[in-house]
């Protein structure tokens, strides 16, 4: 028979309870393919060239933000995981305009479109974590 540390039994009851602290990173990530793989419904509202790059912008500061809300609320938020939202959500916005150019005619993939995914994820984090140092400072957990 196997000793097995009370960590470990612990780690084994909660897979599912952890899940449930990131399902609001399923829901942004489910968003994000819906609104980018969708056929165009002929509806188009361009208020000013590049209007589309700061949707994009705001769509992947808004993902990488509640990742990285999601990490902390699951008590794993640390220096790596930062890296590695970064990277997932870079690596994503490249899949969608991969899938956009390959497979959803009248769409198409935008290299600039690629870019403003990335920096709006870069610039998420930077904000998010700027605020998590401000309320630090001030005492608020």
Not at 22 to 45: D, K, M, N, Q, W
Not at 56 to 78: C, E, G, N, P, W
Not at 127 to 138: A, G, P
Request: overall charge positive.
């Amino acid at each position: 028979m196997r000793v097995t540390s009370v960590s470990e039994r612990n780690f084994k009851r909660k897979p599912v309870k952890r899940l449930v602290h990131y399902i609001p990173t399923v829901v942004v990530t489910c968003s994000i393919a819906y609104l980018s793989l969708i056929r165009e419904t002929g509806f188009s509202l361009p208020l000013f060239f590049g209007w589309d790059k700061v949707v994009h912008f705001i769509m992947y500061f808004v993902l990488a933000a509640v990742m990285l809300m999601d990490t902390r609320r699951d008590k794993r938020q640390s220096r790596t995981a930062v890296i590695v939202i970064f990277v997932l959500c870079t690596l994503y916005g490249g899949v969608i305009e991969i899938l956009q150019e390959r497979f959803f005619y009248p769409r198409t993939g935008d290299w600039w479109d690629w870019a403003a995914d990335s920096v709006g994820a870069a610039i998420g984090i930077c904000v998010m974590l700027l605020l998590w140092n401000q309320q630090k400072k001030e005492g608020i957990s």
